[in-house]
């Protein structure tokens, strides 16, 4: 079973840019979209973006022009890069993989990583 493990997170200033990483410990190839979720206490679980196999995204309205997702099969590698971040971005972001098989869709989760963003 594929295990996600996120990096990256940390405290940044508001305007500022942070890099987010979730390395799998096997190959991406068979997962048919991957995304990054973020929770913040009290609210919701939220999609922030999502990557398709053939690479087609889709984004959040909130971070639209601000946030960027990419994945890199060679590296088994997720990616969020966010930029000019807002303090209403600080959450708990989760990456996020669908597999679907014959039996079924197969959900993995990473631990999350937290980000904070001082206003």
């Known amino acids: 079973q594929v295990q996600l493990a996120e990096s990256g997170g940390g405290l940044v200033q508001a305007g500022g840019s942070l890099s987010l990483s979730c390395a799998a410990s096997?190959?991406?190839?068979?997962?048919?979209?991957m995304d990054w979720y973020r929770r913040t206490p009290g609210k919701e679980r939220e999609l922030v973006a999502a990557?398709?196999?053939?690479?087609?995204?889709n984004y959040a309205d909130s971070v639209k022009g601000r946030f960027t997702i990419s994945r890199d099969t060679a590296k088994n590698t997720l990616y969020l890069q966010m930029n000019n971040m807002k303090p209403e971005d600080t959450a708990v972001y989760y990456c996020?993989?669908?597999?679907?098989?014959?039996?079924?869709?197969?959900?993995?989760w990473g631990q999350g990583t937290q980000v904070t963003v001082s206003s």
């Open positions: 096997g190959s991406i190839s068979s997962f048919d979209v």
């Open positions: 996020h993989a669908r597999e679907t098989k014959w039996s079924g869709p197969f959900h993995y």
């Open positions: 990557i398709t196999e053939v690479g087609k995204t």
